[in-house]
């Protein structure tokens, strides 16, 4: 089976040599999505010394800001938010960030609710929080 590979120019670059998504029949696959911002490629609610320490964090901007950039995205390669049919997610701090992230996830999913799954991890490749892992099903 063929497939089709997008690049997302509305959305941060991805981190090393893949595409933001690719889709195989009516299935659309994204790469793991955080919450960097697509402009500047800072991480919101993350502020660092000059050292590496947090001197701000708000988890709840990242959870937002990662939301932001699946739309991206998704709508980049043909898809709407409603055409995700699974939302995989990867918090480095289950126990700090599994309430926040569960609160605003059901501020976006009201009325559409894929199937989910939560993972606790110990890092992910940059200063960030979540990641998000998403296959959605689109039309011809």
Same mark, same amino acid.
């Given at each position: ?26 299935? /659309?696959?994204? &790469? @793991?999505?955080?919450?960097? $911002?697509?402009?500047?490629?800072? *991480? ?29 995205? /998704?709508?980049? &390669? @043909?898809?709407?938010?409603? $055409?995700?049919?699974?939302?995989? *997610? ?32 110990? &890092? ?17």
């Amino acid at each position: 089976m063929a497939s089709e590979k997008f690049d997302a120019n509305s959305a941060p670059k991805p981190v090393g040599l893949y595409p933001h998504a690719r889709r195989a029949g009516n299935l /659309l696959f994204l &790469s @793991g999505i955080g919450p960097r $911002d697509p402009k500047t490629d800072g *991480v919101p609610g993350l502020e660092q010394s000059g050292s590496g320490n947090y001197t701000s964090f708000d988890f709840e901007a990242q959870c937002h800001a990662v939301f932001q950039n699946v739309r991206r995205v /998704l709508a980049d &390669s @043909g898809a709407k938010w409603e $055409d995700l049919i699974d939302v995989t *997610v990867f918090l480095t701090d289950m126990k700090r960030d599994f309430h926040t992230y569960n609160r605003v996830y059901a501020e976006y999913f009201k009325d559409h609710q894929p199937c989910r799954t939560t993972v606790g991890i110990d &890092s992910l490749p940059t200063p960030i929080a979540i990641e998000l892992k998403c296959i959605a099903a689109v039309g011809d």
